[in-house]
């Protein structure tokens, strides 16, 4: 994974300014979390990419607002559905928002579809990255936003 960050432009210590993402963000509703605003500051502006051997292959870019400025109330639904505040973090798959809830929580929202990434921030990376590695694949299976399966 430590190669993948690399790639992608991550060094030890890195850190960048948030704030003009914390103030889009909660000026369209985004009620944010110190989990995410510290995520951001690390990792923001990267687009991480899985290995080669990982297929179907996979990406996580990480910009809050560009990929979520407009979904204050997806978040909102995703806090009231699972107790928790989620912020955004990024498109996942250059096609589904991300969002990273207080506990370190990751997941991916799609039309009607919800994916775990991570129960952490570095889990979903180790995801993104390398894939399930031969774990139960039942984990990451999409679950259908509105079914009790995907709780």
Known sequence: MLDALGLAGWTPGREI???????????????????????????????????????PGSSLHIDPVDACVDAAAEAS???????ENYSPLGMWSIQYRSYIATS?????VGPG????????????????VDGDGGAD??????????????R
């Open 113 to 128: 579809v919800l994916w775990s990434l991570g129960s952490s921030f570095a889990e979903a990376l180790a995801y993104v």
């Open 104 to 108: 370190g929580r990751v997941v991916a």
């Open 137 to 150: 694949r039942t984990e990451r299976a999409p679950w259908l936003v509105g079914s009790r399966a995907g």
């Open 17 to 55: 300014a948030t704030g003009d993402w914390a103030r889009q963000l909660t000026a369209v509703g985004f009620e944010l979390t110190d989990t995410a605003v510290g995520v951001w500051a690390e990792f923001g502006d990267l687009t991480v990419n899985s290995c080669p051997a990982r297929i």
């Open 77 to 83: 639904r995703l806090r009231h559905r699972y107790a």
